[in-house]
């Protein structure tokens, strides 16, 4: 068999590599959705600047409501609650790419404002932070 | 013409390209909601220089559209954003471009597209001190493969038909 160019190796194992990475980017998703149907309790998880500063519980809410956070320098962030799912209403960041990614219940993928050094997590109750970074005994 | 002016001349008019077709992606709506997936035809423009001239001259380009659509259109922290996945990208890019011997210019393009969004990543982990941004990856992943292999497949048709220099 005539030897192949080593580019062409080379090529063969780098596209082998792109398929996998590709095939397990889409497992992810998939998983993402799946665990979505069958997830009971959401809580979301509110970080600014790596700390916990907001647990809030998604199920048993009444009505949607909203509440801000503030941030450094001025900077703000409308976070908006609704039954099962969280989300950035409004924001003081330049490119408004938080709001765009809407009222999410996802498990894996935040929602999250990073010129504010905002992020926001939807988790099931297994999955909460035992014990948030500053607590209003200790501190 | 002199050959050194000519070339400057056509990196300085590819600069120009590559600062309009960024200008004009701007526009584009994002179709998906995860920060930082985006078609990156801007990286057609770096294709072409990476492979035609050289990685010198590919990195003088790419840092001069960087920074001139910094000034021209940009907010404080996304010079930071960009220079990092574009440093990143470029380096993987050389390495990719060098070991398939300036051929399949396509996954060179894909590898560009993938650090690009790994070092944005990176990026984001730092200012957001959380791991939980890594989320965004499996999207992110994805849209680097389809877009890289978009911009590569256009990089190595426009150098098909791009007249080499005298």
């Known amino acids: 068999m005539k030897k192949l160019p080593s580019a062409t190796k080379t090529a063969i194992l780098m596209t082998a590599v792109l398929i996998l990475l590709f095939l397990l980017s889409v497992l992810f998703i998939v998983k993402n959705v799946w665990d979505k149907k069958n997830s009971s309790k959401l809580t979301a998880e509110i970080y600014q600047n790596g700390r916990l500063i907001h647990t809030i519980p998604l199920y048993d809410i009444g009505n949607s409501y909203e509440f801000p956070v503030y941030g450094e320098n001025g900077s703000y962030n409308i976070v908006r609650i609704c039954p099962g799912s969280i989300g950035i209403v409004s924001s003081s960041c330049p490119g408004k790419y938080c709001i765009h990614q809407g009222i999410s219940s996802h498990l894996h993928v935040p929602v999250s404002c990073l010129p504010n050094h905002l992020l926001i997590r939807v988790v099931e109750e297994k999955d909460l932070h035992a014990i948030p970074d500053i607590d209003a005994i200790t501190y | ?166």
């Not at chain 2, 992606?25 to 998906?32: N, Y």
């Not at chain 2, 909601?33 to 072409?48: E, R």
């Not at chain 2, 050389?94 to 944005?120: C, I, M, P």
């Open chain 2, 1 to 166: 013409m002199n050959r050194s002016v000519q070339k400057l001349t056509r990196l300085a008019l590819l600069t120009a390209v590559a600062l309009i077709i960024y200008r004009f992606e701007l526009l584009l709506p994002a179709p998906v909601p995860v920060p930082g997936i985006k078609l990156g035809l801007a990286n057609i423009v770096t294709l072409i220089v990476l492979n035609r001239y050289g990685h010198r001259d590919a990195m003088f380009v790419l840092f001069c559209r960087v920074l001139l659509s910094f000034f021209f259109f940009g907010h404080a922290i996304s010079l930071l954003y960009s220079l990092t996945g574009a440093l990143c990208s470029l380096f993987i890019m050389t390495l990719s471009d060098k070991l398939l011997e300036k051929r399949f210019l396509y996954l060179t393009a894909v590898w560009g597209a993938l650090s690009h969004n790994l070092a944005q990543i990176a990026v984001a982990l730092a200012i957001t001190r959380t791991i939980w941004v890594a989320g965004y990856l499996p999207a992110l992943v994805i849209s680097a493969i389809l877009t890289g292999l978009f911009t590569g497949l256009c990089a190595h048709f426009t150098l098909k038909y791009l007249p080499k220099a005298q």
